[in-house]
């Protein structure tokens, strides 16, 4: 009984580890694209290298979207 008691107890930490891990792959990527004057452009295309993730600056030249990593 203590045994099966003790194995739950490692189990459930260790899923709970791993959930907390899972949800820590997401990052959202906030930026502000510019000319040489330092106006914001808008309609600029945003694109994460080596995905087909993007998006586009919005009137300002402000993006922001999200990227999850795989490792």
Known sequence: MRKTLRLMLLTLVQVAFFIC????QD???????????GSGLPGANILIKGTTRGTNT??????????TFNH
Not at 28 to 34: E, F, H
Not at 58 to 67: H, N, P, Q, W
């Open 21 to 24: 891990t899972a949800e820590a």
């Open 27 to 37: 990052r959202q990527i906030t930026g502000k694209v510019t000319d040489e004057n």
């Open 58 to 67: 919005d009137a300002e030249g402000a993006f922001s979207l999200y990227k």
